[in-house]
């Protein structure tokens, strides 16, 4: 088993910041790719950000340049930092890891409210 313990997430106003993490523990031998999805409304999930075990990472286009993520390896955890919040980035958030023998988990979701 594992588990995926998500944070950070809450209400803020536009323009503010939030910090996510997701530490994963139990049944992990061998991480690979960490990402962050989310979920609005009505809409399907989509992949905000994705981190590969060397550091390389991808954005959305509507993120780039205002959210960061990053991952401490040795916590088994992802992070993603999220500058300049706006409405539009009203979501659930989710994390997901993938584990190179044990396949790929998801978190339980942490709800961020960007307020105009």
């Known amino acids: 088993q594992v588990q995926l313990v998500e944070s950070g997430g809450g209400l803020v106003q536009s323009g503010g910041s939030l910090r996510l993490s997701c530490a994963a523990s139990?049944?992990?031998?061998?991480?690979?790719?960490m990402a962050w999805y989310r979920q609005a409304p009505g809409e399907q999930r989509e992949l905000v950000a994705a981190i590969s075990e060397g550091g390389s990472t991808n954005y959305a286009d509507s993120v780039k340049g205002r959210f960061a993520i990053s991952r401490d390896n040795a916590k088994n955890t992802v992070y993603l930092q999220m500058n300049s919040l706006k409405p539009e980035d009203t979501a659930i958030y989710y994390c997901?890891?993938?584990?190179?023998?044990?396949?790929?988990?998801w978190g339980q979701g942490t709800q961020v409210t960007v307020s105009s």
């Open positions: 997901k890891i993938r584990d190179r023998i044990f396949g790929t988990y």
């Open positions: 139990g049944r992990i031998l061998s991480l690979s790719t």
